[in-house]
């Protein structure tokens, strides 16, 4: 099990420069989790798809309920608090720290690709190109 956050997500579902990288993340980790945030999150990424006709609003709509399918059972509320507390720590937005604050509840790791998020909770977060490698 991990956490991973929306970026996570969108490579994995939505072609990209790393895309190779989480999907091998996936093989072998199957198991994702992320805050209920993740669902605006990736909503957010598509919409930038449908906006700037990358993207048929069919087509988005068929992946939002892909990426809802894989996810559905793995989203939880985090703790507020926490949140804040972790924000008050970091230089990380509130957002971010949702995704710190899952892992942190759940003791496991966060794959991500935010380097600013890998800086400020090492002891936490982890590279895709990392994770693959343990």
Known sequence: MIVVDANMI??????????PLAIQVFEKDPDWYAPML???EVRSIITQYVRY????LAQSQQLM????????EHERFVSSNLVLELVAI???????CEYIALAKEMNLNL????KEI????????????????I
Do not use: R
């Open 10 to 19: 969108g490579y994995f579902f939505i072609t990209g420069d790393y895309s």
């Open 38 to 40: 993740w669902q605006s």
């Open 111 to 114: 794959v991500t690709f935010d």
């Open 65 to 72: 309920n892909e990426v809802h399918d894989l996810m559905l």
């Open 53 to 56: 006709k990358k993207m048929p």
């Open 118 to 133: 890998l800086q400020e909770f090492p002891q936490i977060a982890i590279s895709p190109k990392d994770f693959i490698a």
């Open 90 to 96: 970091s230089k990380c937005s509130s957002y971010d």
